[in-house]
Nanobody
């Protein structure tokens, strides 16, 4: 089994910063692409940022220049540094990863349970 656990959410004022972290655990063979998604109130879940094993990144237009995704392959973690936060960034943020467990030869897609980010004065 593979688990993804997020941390770092909370309440922050507009213009502030937060850093989300996600750690993968379990019977892990390899972790491929890792991503952060978010789902705001009454909205569909959307991709915020992604990062490949070798560090190539991509971002939603709405967060470019404000958010930065990074990963530590040795620690099996992915982080999302969020700066210049806006009220519209308020959402539940989810870690997502393609992981091959030690028990299989193919990768599967896993989700964390989510962490809430509220941007409000």
């Amino acid at each position: 089994q593979v688990q993804l656990v997020e941390s770092g959410g909370g309440l922050v004022q507009p213009g502030g910063s937060l850093r989300l972290s996600c750690v993968a655990s379990g019977s892990i063979g390899s972790i491929y692409d890792m991503r952060w998604y978010r789902q705001g109130p009454g909205k569909q879940r959307e991709l915020v940022a992604g990062i490949t094993y070798t560090g190539s990144t991509n971002y939603a237009d709405s967060v470019k220049g404000r958010f930065a995704i990074s990963r530590d392959n040795a620690k099996k973690t992915v982080a999302l540094q969020m700066n210049s936060l806006k009220p519209e960034d308020t959402a539940d943020y989810y870690c997502n990863a393609d992981v091959r467990s030690l028990l299989t030869t193919t990768s599967m897609n896993y989700w964390g349970q989510g962490t809430q980010v509220t941007v409000s004065s």
